[in-house]
């Protein structure tokens, strides 16, 4: 006859032993969903990046868009971060003094235009939030991800 202690051992081992091949079976899982892509699939990839990096370029030194008023003062992005890099968009998400809150970069971007450029915030999820984002981390390719660096 088992005491109890014994079948509390048996009991914990089979937990395990089922968390175990839990385990191995999601990473099985999702190693067979990895996809290669080839050379004309990475490099659509790229140019479509690319498009979105020069719109956020344009915009960032204070191309206008039609729908979108990010300034009133006549100040661009480019004039208070002469390179985009000045942003720091590798700390994001922190706590940003100026907001005195948890910021990502998109509220950033916002507080900025709508604060000192006294312009219109635009829509976090729209093509000029995208493409001002996607040319501040292409200007900041190689930097050290380092979120909530003072």
């Known amino acids: 006859m088992q005491s109890f202690k014994s079948k509390g051992l048996i009991a914990l081992i089979s937990a395990l032993l089922c968390v175990s091949l839990a ?18 699939t990475l490099k659509a990839f790229n140019d479509a990046f690319m498009e979105q990096v020069i719109l956020g370029d344009e915009l960032f030194h204070g191309a206008t868009m039609e729908g979108i008023n990010m300034s009133n003062t006549g100040m661009a992005c480019a004039m208070c971060h002469p390179f985009s890099s000045d942003v720091h968009p590798h700390e994001y998400p922190k ?8 910021a990502t970069l998109r509220d950033m ?12 915030i635009i829509d976090p999820d729209g093509e000029a939030m995208k493409a001002l984002e996607a040319y501040i981390y292409w200007s900041n390719r190689g930097s050290v991800l380092d979120p909530g660096r003072h």
């Open 23 to 40: 385990f191995v079976f999601m990473v099985n899982r999702a190693s067979a969903h990895k996809v290669s892509h080839d050379a004309d």
């Open 95 to 102: 706590f940003q003094e100026q907001m005195s809150e948890f």
């Open 109 to 120: 971007i916002n507080w900025c235009i709508e604060k000192p450029n006294e312009g219109e």
